[in-house]
């Protein structure tokens, strides 16, 4: 079976600390993607990556950046965390179409 | 761009019952993928059904098919003898190429409930 792994399933910050949300897959999937998962609003796209050291902007980027260096991860960064990114955070991976998602990461910004 | 709209926030139905979660998108494009994903609460997204836009018969999967209506593009998913391990948050989902590179736009979601 395909694993998405997030590193934390809860997360608790302070406005202006820099956040890491990891993401590991165990698929050599090429293509990783970080949503943002709001109710009312769906799922909408961060950054998505098709490749090592390869990145793209999605719908929603400011403020976000990520960084990929190895092809089993995938990481998205809040430079200064503020309380308007509260939220819950999305990782996947995909392979012929087909999106595999991690638990997710629930990140409060205090 | 593309969109894709749920109708309905929310759903219920009974167990053993026929359910029917709509979906609709907006696109000019002739070759494209839609998907269902299913959210059980506090477990991870998971796909339930897809269908290729290229192909007319119905995706099925189990107790799980769609109506897929290419000209008034629609794409509703049908749950047949519900069970209780149906109960979810339901995503209808699109696949796009723009530009050369591909991503997926979602619909805000339908959280059905099963009803014992």
């Known amino acids: 079976d395909v694993k998405v792994t997030q590193s934390s399933r809860y997360l608790v910050k302070r406005t202006g600390e820099k956040v890491f949300l990891e993401c590991v897959q165990d698929?050599?999937?090429?293509?990783m993607f970080w949503y943002r998962q709001d109710p009312g609003l769906g799922l909408r796209l961060i950054y998505f990556s098709y490749d090592v050291k390869m990145k793209e902007k999605g719908d929603i980027p400011e403020g976000y950046s990520v960084s990929r260096e190895k092809k089993e991860r995938f990481s998205l960064i809040l430079e200064s965390a503020s309380t308007n990114q509260t939220s819950m955070y999305l990782c996947?991976?995909?392979?012929?179409?087909?999106?595999?998602f991690g638990e997710g990461s629930r990140l409060t910004v205090l | 761009a593309q969109t894709v709209t749920q109708s309905q926030p929310e759903m219920s139905v009974q167990e053993a019952e026929t359910v029917t979660l709509s979906c609709t998108y907006d696109?000019?494009?002739?070759?494209?993928?839609l998907f269902w994903y299913k959210q059980p609460p506090s477990r991870q997204m998971i796909l339930v059904i897809r269908q290729e836009a290229y192909k007319q018969q119905n995706a099925t999967e189990n107790r799980f098919s769609v109506n897929f209506q290419k000209a008034a593009k629609s794409f509703s998913l049908k749950i047949s003898d519900s069970q209780l391990g149906d109960a979810a948050m339901y995503f209808c989902?699109?696949?796009?190429?723009?530009?050369?590179?591909?991503?997926?736009?979602f619909g805000k979601g339908t959280k059905l409930t099963v009803n014992p």
């Open positions: 989902a699109y696949r796009s190429w723009q530009g050369g590179s591909e991503k997926l736009v």
């Open positions: 696109t000019s494009e002739s070759d494209y993928y």
């Open positions: 698929m050599d999937h090429e293509n």
């Open positions: 996947a991976s995909r392979i012929s179409g087909e999106l595999f």
